[in-house]
């Protein structure tokens, strides 16, 4: 094993360097870009969330309602929407109807979420239906009720 080391350390440096560019390239774009993905009170998403009008709301919640008693637990959108009719209109990545939740945008590692009250599961029926708008994570997140019954 030494000897075979001895013989293709050259190689081994090369990957190495290469790994340890690749590494920091990555970390340097996502520091560049990550503007274009941000999920806090002033993102593009929140404001698509708060745009959306009381009435399309008020029918969205009905459908996640229809929906969240259905066999199928999530509908996802990446490039090609495979959102039932119902939700075609949506600007928006994720739709888990068995949860209650949409969410709107992800951002490494938080979201943007419409969460839906008294849907899903692990949710209270009791609950008063409403869907609020959660964002950010730590000391930038923050929750709003966008629409109550």
Request: proline share 4%; with cysteine; aromatic share 14%.
């Amino acid at each position: 094993m030494n000897s075979w080391i001895r013989r293709h350390w050259p190689i081994l440096l090369v990957l190495g360097v290469l790994a340890s560019t690749l590494g920091f390239l990555n970390y340097a774009f996502q520091g560049i870009f990550s503007g274009a993905t941000e999920c806090d009170e002033d993102s593009r998403a929140v404001r698509y969330v708060r745009s959306l009008p009381e009435d399309r709301f008020a029918r969205l919640y009905k459908d996640m309602e229809s929906y969240s008693e259905k066999d199928i637990f999530e509908y996802e959108n990446f490039g090609s929407n495979t959102f039932p009719d119902e939700f075609n209109d949506l600007e928006v990545v994720r739709i888990r109807p068995k949860d209650g939740n949409i969410m709107v945008n992800g951002c490494f590692d938080h979201y943007v979420y419409l969460e839906f009250h008294g849907l899903g599961r692990g949710h209270k029926r009791q609950m008063k239906p409403a869907i609020q708008l959660r964002w950010g994570e730590g000391p930038t997140s923050g929750t709003e009720i966008v629409w109550q019954e």
